[in-house]
């Protein structure tokens, strides 16, 4: 058989297969693309070739194409840790996942589907969806679905093993067969977050496309919980806290930047304003109070701290991120009852009084065992 074209150097066989992660690329290079393409191939060859390219991406599926001469069809995938990324673009095309299938294996992933270009229905679990640009929809590979493209179309599939999310079967089965993203909410935020990684993902470095295909996975699990309809006041789930810690380390890594803000923090996350601030008042205080909270702390530490040469409290609150001294001071004042100079101050001579202690030799014992008291 005439090979398919690939990435340089990748031969048919090892090109079917999802790229492994690249353990020893650099830390700053982009993450490895495996491409499958049947653009060179004879127009009579491209159907079983396809048909091999898409079950060993994916999952074995029963592909039919629904042109008599096949149009070219291209698989680019990259791996994120736990999620491969693939951007698919073809021709029109019938896949359908049956129980004989699913018994040969691949059921335990599920698939994201992002639709960039024509339309796609998908139906599971008794449901049937319209996919148009810019919704998305899910499959669980652990049952029967179908998916009909009766036009030339592109999307990119996000696709991962279920263990990754924190969702039951009941959350998952809310989301199947759903369309997604054209209405507001965590919805429009997960549409809104898998795009831009769809469009960066092969620019990105390693670890920061690791992180953003985590915050995926946690955003998709806040969503299935949110279908499911989480009672008033619930605890919030485990990929809201996840999420919010990274944040909460963005954040600590960053106090000393005085444009640090809500607006800031939410673009880097890839996440609304909105939706961060809801993070937050899961532990009932604002993004804007977490965060004086945390660089009052550093700046009481750093005044309490001995140094060869007194530090004016201007340059220690603007080391962390204040600009205004006054502000500082009454905001200081506030959480901790005395002045920025107060604490200093007492801290200094506290730290005075225990070198002067520090000073004073030991009582030693004599020989007759009486202690011994210096001259």
Known sequence: MPPVATAPGTTAATAAAPAPAAAAAPATAPAAATTLSTSTLPTPDRADFWHEAVANTFIPLDVRLLEPAPSAGTITSHRLGALQVSLVQAGPQRVVRTRGLIARGGEDHVTLALQHRGTARLVQDGRQVLLRPGTFAVSDAGRPFSKELTEPFSFTAFHWPRAAVGVSDEELRELTATDFGAEGGTAALVAAHLGRLARTVDVLDPQAAVRLAATALDLLTVLAQERRGRPPGAEPSEAALA????????????????????????????????YLHKLFQCEGITVGRWIQRQRLAMCRRDLARPTARPVTVAAVAGRWGFVSASHFSRSFRAAYGVSPREWQAGARVAAESRTAEARVPAPRRSDAGVTAVPA
């Open 243 to 274: 999420l919010l810690a990274r944040i909460k380390d963005h954040i600590l890594r960053r106090l000393g930047d005085p444009a640090l803000d809500p607006e800031q923090i939410a673009a880097a996350h890839h996440l609304s304003v909105r």
